[in-house]
C-alpha cells in the first residue's frame, strides 16, 4: 500500500504527466530515429525495438513480483529509456547486446534504486557504459551494415571522426595531415550526414530539430544543453588557441561524437539534473569540462557519457547547496 503524502499549502497544479514529456521526448527522437533507419536499415531499427520492449518487460517484471506494487510502464520512461540507449549503441551491435543492456539499465540503474524519481544515475548512460566497459571491442566496432535506402556500404569502416583523429595523434601526425587525409571531415558533413559513430549520431541537424521542439514544448529549460555546449567551446577553444596542431577546434568538438545527443536528452533528464537555474549552470559546465579534458588526455576518444554520469553523482550536493528561494520570500533587488 501506497504512502499518503501530506504537504503544507500552497499547491500548484499543472496538466503535465510523466507520460506527455516522455512522449514528447520520443517525438522529439523521431529525426534522430528515421535518420539512423535511413542510413543503417533493419539493424537500427532492431536494436530500437528490442531495447524499448525489453525496458518495459524488465520494468513490468521487477515492479509486478519483486516489488509487489502495481506496474507504471504506461508513463514511457522505460521505453525512452530503451530508445535513447538503442541510440547510444554501434548500428553494428547485435541485439543481445542491447537486451543486456537494457537489463542493465532498468534492473540496476532504475529499479534498484526504487524506479522512476529515486535513481541518482541515467539509466541509459549507465546501461551504455557498463556495455563499453564489458564488450569494448563491440562498442567500438564502427562498422555500417547493409541499409534497404543506400546499398554499397555493407562492411565499410565508419570509424567516427573522434578516433580518426585520436589514432592519427597518437601516431605522431598533425591534424592538418589527419584531416587532409579525410576530405569527408567537413563541418557541413558532420551537420548533416556522420555515418561514423552511434546510431543516434548521424545528424547533428536531426538532434537539433529534436531540441527546438522540446524548447517549444517547454519540456526541457535551455540552460543545460547551452552551457554544456558553450563550455565545450570556450575549453576546446583555448587548448586549440595554444597548439592548433594537436588540439581539435570548438566547432569539431562539438559536433562530433555524443556532445549533442548527451547534452540534450540525457543531461537535462529532471530526475539525475540539478532543480534550480544556477544548479544547472554548475551542472552543464562540469559537463562540458569532463568531457573535453577525457577527450583530450583520457584513453577514449569520446567523453560526454562519463563525464554526465559523474556530474550525475553530484547533483545531490548542487541541490543541497544552491537552493530556491522559499515560496513567499522576500527577494532584495539592488
Known amino acids: ?75 514511457l520512461s ?25 537489463i542493465v539499465a532498468i534492473g540496476v540503474a532504475k529499479m534498484t534504486f526504487g524506479g522512476l524519481g529515486h535513481n541518482i544515475f541515467n539509466p541509459a548512460l549507465v546501461g551504455r557504459v557498463f556495455l563499453l566497459v564489458s564488450f569494448p571491442v563491440m562498442m567500438t566496432d564502427w562498422s555500417i551494415p547493409t541499409s534497404w535506402f543506400r546499398e554499397g556500404i555493407d562492411a565499410a569502416t565508419g570509424a567516427t571522426p573522434l578516433s580518426i583523429v585520436k589514432e592519427g595523434l597518437s601516431r605522431g601526425e598533425t591534424l592538418e595531415t589527419i584531416l587532409a587525409a579525410h576530405p569527408d571531415l567537413s563541418y557541413i558533413e558532420m551537420l548533416f550526414i556522420k555515418t561514423g559513430g552511434s546510431v543516434g549520431e548521424v ?29 565545450i567551446a570556450l575549453v576546446s577553444g583555448i587548448f586549440w ?7 581539435t577546434d570548438p566547432l569539431f568538438n562539438i559536433l562530433t561524437g555524443g556532445v549533442l545527443l548527451g547534452s540534450i536528452f540525457m543531461a537535462t533528464d529532471y530526475v539525475t539534473s540539478p532543480m534550480t537555474t544556477k544548479g544547472m549552470v554548475i551542472f552543464g559546465v562540469g559537463i562540458g569540462l569532463i568531457t573535453v579534458l577525457i577527450r583530450y ?29 522559499r515560496f513567499g520570500k522576500e527577494v532584495k533587488h539592488g
Open 1 to 75: 500500500m501506497r504512502k499518503l503524502l501530506v504537504s503544507p499549502s500552497p499547491h500548484i497544479h499543472g496538466n503535465e504527466s510523466t507520460r506527455k514529456i516522455m512522449r514528447d521526448v520520443l517525438i522529439a527522437l523521431t529525426p534522430s530515429l528515421l535518420v539512423s533507419i535511413y542510413f543503417f536499415g533493419f539493424s537500427a531499427i532492431q536494436l530500437v525495438v528490442v531495447g524499448a520492449l525489453t525496458c518495459v518487460g524488465v520494468e513490468y517484471f521487477i515492479q509486478k513480483y519483486l516489488m509487489k506494487i502495481e506496474p507504471t510502464v504506461d508513463d
Open 78 to 102: 522505460a521505453a525512452v529509456t530503451g530508445v535513447l540507449l538503442a541510440l547510444n549503441l554501434p548500428p553494428s551491435a547485435p541485439w543481445w547486446l542491447m537486451l543486456i543492456g537494457s
Open 203 to 231: 545528424s547533428a541537424l536531426a538532434l537539433i530539430l529534436g531540441f527546438i521542439y522540446l524548447l517549444v514544448r517547454k519540456v526541457v529549460r535551455p540552460h543545460i544543453p547551452v552551457t554544456i555546449l558553450l563550455t
Open 241 to 247: 588557441m595554444i597548439d592548433p596542431t594537436q588540439y
Open 297 to 325: 588526455f583520457g584513453a577514449y576518444p569520446e567523453g560526454i557519457s562519463f563525464a554526465i554520469l559523474i556530474m550525475n553523482s553530484v547533483v545531490p550536493l548542487i541541490n543541497k547547496y544552491i537552493k530556491p528561494n
